[in-house]
């Protein structure tokens, strides 16, 4: 699976908008970009995922350049139980054999400010 | 959505005995699973994949005889830590994947004394 880049921390003011980056510059034409959460003490959470085109769900907005070479997660209105370390993992689709095995970089971890 | 459950939710134990941590897909089969490991203040860490009916899949450097995996059925994973250290305390947590996206259990925090 291809490796990600993502900013350690980052600080959204409550209501506004976050936007999450993540490079994946080394992404292969068969391979997904998904987002996760992981609040304090839990188990991760499944957010978006998608392949080439932008995918918006009830939770967020997944922005996939052209290139594929880098995405953005988008919580519209970001607020305090959004705070969290999100984890943007790149790997293929079930078509190709995924099993469901995620390999977990560092995150960035997103604190959300009154 | 699907559902993961893991049980315990925290366990504190002695050094040298042994915990099992239960993994249970709630509403679907699952034919594959995976454990995970997080140290405080770090990300996760794939420990092994389990596979129903088979031997479970370790990742380089994770003991198997010290994590013993079984995947008896199609909704159910155990992990078992043997002769638990100190140095074993750790949060544990399982996955489960529905169609793919990867679902996640609770985990189960362990705390060797």
């Known amino acids: 699976d291809a490796k990600t880049t993502q900013p350690p921390s980052m600080d959204c003011a409550e209501g506004r908008a976050a936007n999450l980056p993540c490079n994946h510059s080394t992404i292969s034409g068969n391979e997904y970009v998904y987002w996760y959460r992981q609040i304090h003490s839990q188990g991760p959470q499944y957010i978006i995922h998608?392949?080439?085109n932008n995918e918006t769900n009830e939770m967020a907005s997944l922005i996939i350049t052209e290139d594929r070479k880098s995405s953005t997660l988008i919580l519209p209105h970001a607020t305090l139980r959004d705070t969290a370390v999100y984890y943007c993992?790149?790997?293929?689709?079930?078509?190709?054999?995924?099993?469901?095995?995620?390999?977990f970089g560092q995150g960035t971890t997103l604190q959300v400010k009154p | 959505g699907a559902v993961v459950s893991q049980h315990p939710s925290w366990v504190i134990c002695k050094s040298g005995t042994s915990v099992k941590i239960e993994c249970r897909s709630l509403?679907?089969?699952?034919?594959?699973m995976f454990w995970y490991r997080q140290f405080p203040k770090q990300s996760l860490m794939l420990m092994a994949t389990s596979n129903e009916g088979s031997k479970a899949t370790y990742e380089q450097g994770v003991e198997k005889d010290k994590f013993l995996i079984n995947h008896a059925s199609l909704t159910l994973s155990t992990l078992t830590v043997t002769s638990a250290h100190p140095e074993d305390s750790s949060f544990y947590i399982c996955?489960?994947?529905?169609?793919?996206?990867?679902?996640f259990g609770p985990g189960t925090r362990l705390l060797v004394l």
């Open positions: 993992i790149v790997r293929v689709g079930v078509e190709s054999g995924n099993t469901g095995k995620l390999i």
């Open positions: 998608g392949l080439k």
């Open positions: 996955s489960a994947s529905d169609r793919g996206k990867g679902d």
């Open positions: 509403d679907f089969q699952a034919t594959t």
